[in-house]
């Protein structure tokens, strides 16, 4: 059935709870992205010596330590950032944190490549109608997705693209809004949202 996007990541279309096994399925195809999404939502723990964190936080350390791991969900600040890569994160997926008044926020950007360098960052472009979608895609930061495309290359080495409506709905991909996307940027590119099919994957 076709879902709305305020209805998207609040059903799972597929839920496991064995992450050990999961993640050393996933490790046979090289690189697995985690995301946090109790920190994307901003479910944190507010009291006692978990404070801060979430009730993932434990099992997304524990996966760090497996091998290729490129971890995101809810990182706001620098500090967060490089406890993840010191932690066994690859590279840090950054999506709202990004974005500030309609723009990237440069600042958070140039200090965090400062910190932990470009070539360990993957900025999200996530995107719903074509327009950039942050705080757990609840919201949209009002920045045209294309043009979105090429300020991020500049901060990042790799940018990750999810179409946001189609997300999880096994619909299909946008082919099309992908080679544009390719066509802008020279940095390396992953992309999701509605891939159903082992030809889309190839094409």
Do not use: H, Y
């Amino acid at each position: 059935p076709t879902r709305r996007s305020s209805d998207l990541g609040k059903e799972p279309v597929l839920e496991r709870d064995d992450w050990q096994s999961i993640i050393e399925d996933f490790a046979f195809f090289g690189e697995t992205a985690v995301i946090d999404l109790d920190a994307a939502l901003g479910n944190l723990i507010t009291e006692g010596k978990e404070k801060g964190n979430t009730q993932n936080s434990e099992i997304v350390k524990a996966l760090l330590k497996k091998g290729n791991i490129r971890v995101g969900g809810g990182i706001r600040s620098v500090k967060k950032a490089k406890e993840l890569i010191s932690l066994g994160a690859e590279k840090v997926i950054i999506g709202s944190s990004a974005w500030k008044d309609g723009a990237l926020d440069k600042d958070f950007l140039t200090e965090l490549t400062q910190a932990i360098g470009k070539q360990r960052i993957i900025i999200s472009i996530d995107a719903i109608d074509g327009i950039i979608a942050v705080k757990g895609w609840k919201e949209t930061a009002g920045v045209p997705l294309l043009e979105a495309a090429v300020e991020a290359e500049k901060w990042a080495s790799e940018l990750l693209f999810t179409c946001v409506e189609r997300e999880g709905c096994m619909t299909g991909f946008d082919l099309e809004l992908a080679k544009k996307l390719r066509s802008l940027v020279s940095c390396r590119l992953v992309v999701a949202g509605g891939v159903s099919s082992l030809e889309e994957i190839i094409a």
